[in-house]
Each structure stands twice: as C-alpha cells, then as structure tokens.
C-alpha cells in the first residue's frame, strides 16, 4: 500500500489520495541547536509536523536522530530555539508533565517494565487518564474499581488491535523480542496520544514482523488519526509508511519533503554514500 | 488434579481482578480466617500466643509496609527499625499527653507522625538512588535511635530511659500495660493486619501499584510515560512508613509494654524486617506474611528442637539462627528473589496440570 | 597556648590515629568494590572472624567444641599447644584466603548479572551466617588478642610532650598500640597502592574494575582476579582485626566497625583508594573534634554514633560520588 500525497507549505489541512485528513502543523521545530558540552548533536534544525501525518525522520547513523526525538519528547531541551506544540512555546517541562499533553513513544531499546505482565504494562500507559487518589484506591470498591475497569476496557480494545491476547498475563520479560516491542506499542497506544512517537519500531525485527508492525502503524493513524514521528533505518518502510521525511546527517537538516522528492535528493545521496564533506 | 481452574470463565474484568480468582484459593482463605479469627484464639497457648503469634501479627504490619517502599517501589531501607521507634514514642507521646484518647486512634495517629517521617527522609530519593539510598536510610537508622535515646522530650524525662505504655482498654477490656489480656490484644492486633493487609492489597493492584511498579522497573521511562517520580517515591515512602510506625506503636503498647529504644529498635530489627520479605517475597502482600511467619516461626522452632528437646545450650541455637538465616537470605536471592510467595505459586501452577508435566 | 588547646591537639591527633584505623577498614570496601561493584556488608564480620581466628590457633582451641560438646556430650575445649603468633597470623591468613574462593565460588559466581542491591543484600545474608558460624567455631565469649603489639599509654611521649601548655597539660596522651597501628595501617595502604598501580596483578584489577567485558577480552580471568581480591580485602580484614582486638578485645562490636566505613565511603567514594584514606582521617579527626568542640559541651556527648552518618548523608544529597569518586551517570 503506497501513498502518493502532494506535498503543501502552506498551513492548510488537505485531504491524502487514500482518504486521510491531515491538518495544520501540530508539532513545529525552530532553529533547534542541541549541544552536550563541547558536542554538537543538533545544529539549527527547523521543520513542522502535521496533524494526521507521518512523518519519518531518517539519517546515517550518528545524524542525532534520537537526540531529535528526545528533544520532541522533552526529554532534553535545546540551548537555542523553540519547540511549538499545538501552536504554544513549550516551556522547559519535566517529562511527565509531557507525557500529560499528550505525547508518547517507544524506545530503541524497549523500555518495558520487566516486573510486570503485558497486560499491567499497558495498563501503566493509562496512568495519565487515571485520576482516583489514594483513599479512594484503598476502599477499592466504588469509583476506583470503575475506573480501573473503565480504563482496563480501553486497554483490551488496544490488546484486540494488536492481537496479543494470548500473552496478557505473561510476564514480559519472558516475550520475545518482536512481541515485547509490540507490547511497548501498546502501552504508548493506551495513552490515545495526540502525537506518538516511534524510535525505530523496526529495529531487529525479521520481514514478518516488519509488515506486521508497518501494519500496525498505518492502523493506528488511519483509525485513530494519531499524528506519528518516528525514526527508521529501512528505507522501504520509510518509503512506504511516510507522509513526508525530514533528512538529518551530522546534526543538521539536509532534506525535507516527501519521499519522492528526498529520494531524488542529491545531499541525501551523498550522505547516505558516505561522500566526503569538505 | 486437585488445583483445578477448569470450567472457572472469567466474564467481567471485575471477576478476573479479584484477590482469588480461583475457587480453591477463595475457600482457602475463607479456612485460613477461620483459623485466624476463631481456632487459634481459642486453642492457643499463652507461650505461643507471646512468641509467635503476636509478634507475627505485628510484624506482618511491618513487612508489608516495608514491602510496599522496597519490593513494589524499589527504595531499599534499612531504617525500618527506626520508623518503628517513631511510631512507638509517637505513640507514648500521645498515650501520656491525652490521657482520654482512644488506645485505636493513638496508634492510627502515631501511624501518621510516622508517614510524615517517613515522607522528609524520602525526599532526598528523588536524587539518590538504589543502594546509596539504602546507605542513607542506614544513617536515619543511627540517627533516629540517637535522638530517641538522647532527647528527653520522648521520654518525659524518666531516668531509666525506658519508655512504659500507660493502661488502656478497648471495650472493657485491658490491652496495654501490666495489666494487659493476650485475647484482646490478640484480636485487636488481629483486626489491624486484616484490614491493612485489605487495604495495602487494594492500593498495590490498582493505579498506585503500578505507579510504584513502574519507578522499581526503569524509573526514567515510568516518568517519560507520565509518572510524577517525586510523587510516586513519596507516597510509598508515606504509606510504607504510616505501616512501620502502626507496628512499632502495636509492639511497644500492646506486646512489650516498656521500651528501650537502642534493644527494641536497633538495627537488627530493620534486617529482621528486611530479611522478612526477601524470603517471603518481593512484591507481595501474601509474601510478606509468609516472610514475617518465617522468621518469627523459624528461631521458635529451632529452639524447641534443639533445646527443649535435644538439650543443646540456648547460644548454640541462636548461632545456628544466625547460619540459616544468612544462608536462606543468600540462598533465596540466587535461586528465587521473589521468594516463597514465587515458590508457592510456580507450585500451584505445576498442580494446576498435574499429573502431567506440561 | 593554654591546656585547653593542647587537650585539643591531642584529640586531633587521636582523631587521626581513629581516622587511619578507619580507612584500613575502608579500604577492604573499596578494594571488592572498584573490581566487582559489591558492597561488602560482611568486610566487618570478615575482621571478627579473622580475629577470631588467629586467636583460636593461638590458644589452640577446638574449632566448633562447644557444637560437639553438645551433641556428643563430650567436655573438650582446647588442643592443648600454643602457637606464636606468626604462624597464627599465617595461618589465619590461609583461613580468609580459602573463604574468599568459596565465597567466590558459592555466591558470586552465581549473581554475577545482578544489580548491586542484590548483591549487597547478599553480602548481608553473608554476614549473618558469618557471624553466626564464627560464634559456633571459635564461642561467642570475649577474647582478649596479643600478637606482641605493646599497649598502653606512650610514656615517651608524654613525658617529652609535657613542656607545653602550662602546669594544667601533662603532655600528650597517646596509645603505643594506636601508633604502632597508625604506622602498619600506613604501610599496608602504601602497599596496595602501589601494587595496584606497579604490578600486573594490581593493572589486572585495575582493568576489572573499569570495564569487566574489556578486561574479559583482553584475557583477564574475572573469577580468578574476584577470588584475589576477596583475599585482599580479606587479609585487610585480618590486619583490622588484630588492631581493634588488641584494643579492645575480640567481640561482636569489632563487626561494627564496618559500620563506620560506610560514611568513610561516602565521604571519599566508593571507588578510589585516596579517598578512603582522606575520608578516613576526615571522619576520624571530625568525629572527635565535634564532639570535643560541640557534642559534649552542648548536645550531651555520644554524638560520634551519628556525626559520621550525618555529614554523609549531607554528602550524599550534594555530591553522591564523595571527594573522590567517579561522577554517577545515568542514561535512558
């Protein structure tokens, strides 16, 4: 299933030739610079993501792909430039406070809660919906045992989506490697994030599981209209999951568009063919 | 063959949330109150009743509190001895300063002070972590039975240092002091591990279970996905201690009756309370009840083996308590760390297919 | 200059002989630390147990009679001899060698993947049974240690001392067991530093200590350098114990000195050898002089049971890593 959507640089919402609307830019980046001490990982970036889109972010190895990532996340915040969510200067915030707007991700590593069974890991991507205090959580009987049961609902129908029934009582440690990244799917899904975040979802999986979690994803924006970044190394998924691409290499943008026209792109070319910078 | 779950549909998240989903396990707790409630009491010797079941009734308050902050959240302490300490002078603080108060709400009230300890000496754990955290707690320990010892204002200036619980009832009937009942005492102490245990259950399934589960897992990805990691740390550290400080108060005004605070609460408690949970397991409400059994249990029965009836001096059988100890401690944390609540479990699955392997 | 300032001088200097005594017990902390990443909980049974030891062959008692007498009924208590004290040592020295390669053999290995509070805790299980099989080998009772070391106040030094300060000061009270101490305890630490950076052994626990897989890679046995390095600590141990024991005895409370290296630890980090020996003498010196300055005069004494803790735990919130310790980085 290929997508041909023509790219706008205006701020209009447009319709994709499959049918899916895609909005203003809620996300935008400005003159982002990020350094660690002397290193630069990021140097002046600036492009927007769009309500409803997705949208790629790929580079060499070392491009600061992550660090971009994380800065979107808010996990780190960038010396110089701004962050724009849903129109507003995001201020430095912790991450939980982020993770309340309505952002959530999956990391390169799988970062699941190993002590846990699938089914409380997702479980834990409600924690932001779930308001009860802790005396209400003590009696149990009454409004915390609805709650619970309310947002356990919500997590069967993310566990029906992704076909996991069978392991929900598992602990995830004992999964393997594809499911347990499925299960991270899931509980950044429970969070029903206005933007979900993807760092290398693909990452070690075989061509199977690849076409499943493609599968997965383009659900998940065509469904829920969840706006997606993610970082990918496979550029035949790039090509055909992705709205637009944003190009990084050695912390800087060197292309931005759609597939096509990054393909033909020559810096990214270059880049990806590792020809000397001088 | 025996542990069956067949034909046992869970049609409602509500029935497959429950505490014992299984039948078999239902009508085994429902025995083991009825042991609790009623055989025990009325079959029980005063020796047993003084040596195992009481302590093990308050300890049990002890274990889950301290399962609660280091086998659900992940903060190791080791300052369980000295929260106990604050909930018992808490408890004498108030027992003596309102003479009128209910012998309950002193001990729900020390419970609190001891919550709000509790919560200054987590704050730092927001910076410190893991084992320089448990180090930390270590000085609380120190520092605590210091103060305990030094300041006169917890002892109302009596010579000896020793702290006395005054005499109190509850429905007519004595609980604290010289005077004090074994039954009564027995149900009161009863009566608060039923309802926190109740209670400690209820909060560790739901949304603050998870909460703590996920700080113990991987604190940083628990706060990217939305867990206020200060908030979640100082919750457990307030409910872990609310417990450890009802304990403390249980054992100075209803079992020991007098306290010194350098004997009663040293740091040899907050091992006991330590060793409790890691035998009893890590992470479960069940587990820290079996932990506190076993290591109230274990030095009784030594005892009567080896003493009363091989006729072995009493310091060989406290040595020999110490070997077992540290030998199950080591033993349980290569083979099992979740401990016997773990065992007991792989055990019931492996019934569950009996007489089949697999 | 007044008494009053001599009387001073001479808790700093005692605090400085405490402080080296310190850092000696400090030192077998670091040493299993920096090569395995474990706190040894049981550094301080460790000592007892060693001091315990040596005493026994010394007197020639009976390992574990008490548990025979018991359960046979039988009346026996020593072998008879007297062994000098350097064999004794030798001997003893042999003992903590052969427990490190079974702790090495019997726990270590087997949590090797585990993150350090498990492994702490394990070494807590270990000194409880430690401490409980010592009692059941060599009794529980207090045992009084003499290895030669000569003790009571210097009269040398007091005498020679007295000129200062007036009628009031009758000069420097020091302890020729603490000197002699002081003096082995500072070529035992010179020692290891300079066998962990000039011989190939001490690089071998060097490269451990930085990075297990390299150090695997390049060919480095880590079981073999663990079990070196629990006999270190272990002979660390042993020198600890014949300073406290000759002190003050053989007894339960020479275990709890490790307890006092905790702070030591925080102060100068966990993982450096200078900073053993700094915190130690810090703490050392601040603990007698707080409580000379401060804790006797105005909070009413015994206030070195938590001045140590307390100035780590101030440590501890503003610079977890100590003096001298490697910064703590974590990364998601």
Redesign the interface.
């Known amino acids: 299933m290929s997508k041909k959507a023509e790219s706008r640089n205006d701020s209009d919402s447009y319709v994709t030739a499959d049918g899916r609307t895609i909005g203003p830019a809620v996300m935008e980046m400005r003159n982002i610079t990020l350094r660690f001490g002397g290193v630069v990982a990021i140097s002046d970036i600036s492009f927007d993501i769009r309500e409803g889109e997705i949208r790629a972010i790929i580079g060499p190895n070392g491009a600061g792909k992550s660090s971009m990532l994380n800065v979107i996340n808010g996990f780190y915040h960038p010396q110089e430039g701004e962050v724009l969510y849903k129109g507003e200067v995001r201020k430095p915030m912790k991450p939980y406070q982020i993770a309340h707007q309505g952002i959530a991700r999956t990391f390169q590593n799988i970062a699941l809660f190993k002590g846990m069974t699938t089914l409380d890991n997702i479980m834990t991507g409600r924690l932001t919906h779930m308001k009860q205090g802790m005396i209400s959580q003590m009696i149990w009987k009454g409004k915390a045992e609805r709650e619970e049961i309310e947002n356990r609902a919500i997590v069967e129908k993310v566990i029906d989506f992704l076909e996991i029934q069978s392991i929900r009582k598992t602990p995830v440690g004992r999964l393997p490697y594809g499911l347990q990244k499925r299960v991270e799917l899931g509980r950044a899904l429970a969070a029903e994030p206005s933007l979900l975040l993807l760092d290398e979802p693909m990452a070690g999986m075989n061509v199977e599981e690849k076409e499943d979690m493609s599968r997965f994803i383009l659900d998940v924006n065509d469904e829920f209209g969840t706006t997606i970044a993610l970082i990918e190394h496979d550029m035949g998924v790039v090509m055909d999951l992705a709205d637009r691409v944003v190009v990084m290499d050695y912390g800087r943008k060197i292309g931005d568009g759609t597939p096509d026209e990054v393909r033909n792109n020559q810096d990214v070319i270059d880049a990806y063919l590792g020809v000397s910078h001088d | 063959m025996f542990y069956r779950e067949v034909g046992e549909f869970k049609t409602s998240y509500r029935s497959d949330q429950q505490t014992f989903p299984i039948a078999l396990d239902r009508t085994g707790f429902l025995v083991t109150l009825a042991f609790a409630f009623v055989i025990i009491p009325l079959t029980m010797s005063e020796y047993w009743a003084q040596a195992v079941f009481l302590p093990f009734l308050i300890f049990g308050i002890a274990a889950i509190g301290l399962n609660i902050l280091t086998g659900y959240c992940g903060q190791v302490s080791l300052g369980s001895g000295g929260f106990m300490a604050v909930g018992a002078y808490s408890c004498y603080k108030l027992m003596t300063g309102f003479p009128d108060m209910n012998i309950v709400v002193c001990i729900l009230l020390s419970g609190g002070v001891t919550a709000f300890v509790g919560l200054l000496f987590g704050l730092p754990s927001l910076r410190i972590k893991g084992f320089y955290l448990a180090v930390a707690t270590l000085a609380a320990q120190f520092f605590l039975v210091w103060m305990f010892n030094k300041v006169g204002w917890f002892y109302n200036y009596s010579a000896s240092g020793q702290i006395t619980a005054p005499e109190r009832e509850i429905f007519g009937f004595i609980v604290t002091g010289a005077k004090a009942e074994t039954l009564p005492v027995y149900y009161v102490c009863l009566v608060m591990l039923f309802s926190l245990a109740i209670l400690a259950r209820n909060l560790t399934r739901g949304a603050f279970g998870r909460k703590w589960m996920a700080i113990r897992d991987m604190d940083i990805a628990a706060e990217i996905i939305g867990v206020n990691p200060l908030m979640a740390k100082l919750t457990a550290f307030a409910v872990s201690s609310f417990y450890v400080g009802i304990s403390g108060a249980l054992l100075f005004a209803l079992y020991l009756g007098a306290v010194e605070v350098g004997e009663a609460f040293s740091i040899q408690k907050s091992f006991l309370i330590l060793f409790m949970i890691i035998i009893g397991g890590l992470g479960s409400i069940f587990g820290s009840l079996v932990g506190a059994a076993f290591m109230i249990g274990m030095p009784v029965l030594l005892k009567n083996l080896l003493v009363t009836n091989l006729g072995w001096p009493g310091d060989i059988a406290a040595h020999l308590e110490f070997m077992i100890v540290g030998l199950l401690i080591v033993v349980f944390l290569i083979l099992e760390p979740h401990g016997l609540a773990m065992l007991w479990r792989i055990i019931k699955e492996k019934l569950r297919i009996w007489p089949f392997a697999h | 200059m007044s008494a009053e300032f001599f009387f001073g001088v001479e808790v700093f200097l005692n605090g400085l002989m405490a402080g080296v005594m310190y850092s000696l017990v400090a030192l077998g902390f670091v040493l299993i630390f920096k090569a395995s990443g474990i ?1 040894n909980y049981a550094q301080g049974i460790m000592a007892l147990f060693a001091a315990m030891t040596l005493v026994g062959f010394q007197e020639g008692q009976i390992p574990f009679a ?2 025979f007498n ?2 046979f009924g039988m009346e026996m208590h020593h072998f008879g001899w007297h062994m000098n004290a350097f064999f004794a040592i030798i001997l003893a020295l042999g003992v903590m060698v052969l427990f490190a390669i079974l702790v090495e053999k019997l ?1 270590l290995k ?2 090797v993947n ?5 492994l ?3 070494t ?10 010592g ?2 080998m060599w009794g ?1 009772n207090v045992k009084k240690l003499d290895v030669g070391i000569p003790q009571g106040g210097n009269f040398w030094i007091e005498e020679n001392t007295a000129f200062l300060g007036g009628d009031a000061f009758y000069g420097f009270y020091l302890d020729t067991l603490d000197i002699y101490a002081t003096v082995i305890a500072t070529v035992l630490v010179v020692s290891l530093v300079l066998f962990s950076q000039y011989t190939k052994t001490g690089r071998a626990l060097r490269a451990v200590a930085d990075d297990h897989q390299a150090a695997l890679s390049v060919g480095i046995s880590l079981r073999a350098i663990w079990v070196i390095v629990w006999a270190i600590a272990g002979f660390v141990a042993l020198v600890a114990g014949i300073m406290w024991g000759a002190k003050s005895g053989v007894q339960f409370s020479l275990s709890l000195i490790a ?1 006092k290296a ?2 030591v630890l ?1 102060l100068g980090g966990f993982t450096s050898i200078p900073g053993a020996i700094i915190g130690g003498l810090i703490i050392g010196v601040g603990e007698k002089m707080f409580e000379f300055l401060i804790g006797a005069p105005l ?2 004494g ?1 206030t070195e ?2 001045f140590a ?2 100035v ?2 101030v440590f ?2 503003f610079r ?1 890593q100590g003096l001298f310790g490697e910064k703590i980085i ?1 990364r ?1």
């Open positions: 706190f008490h548990l018991a359960m726990i087997h949590l585990q993150e350090p509070i498990i702490f805790m394990a807590i299980g270990l000194a409880y049974f430690m401490e409980g099989f009692d059941l529980s307890l905790l702070p925080m909070l009413g015994a049971n938590w803790y307390m780590a735990l501890l919130v977890p974590e998601v």
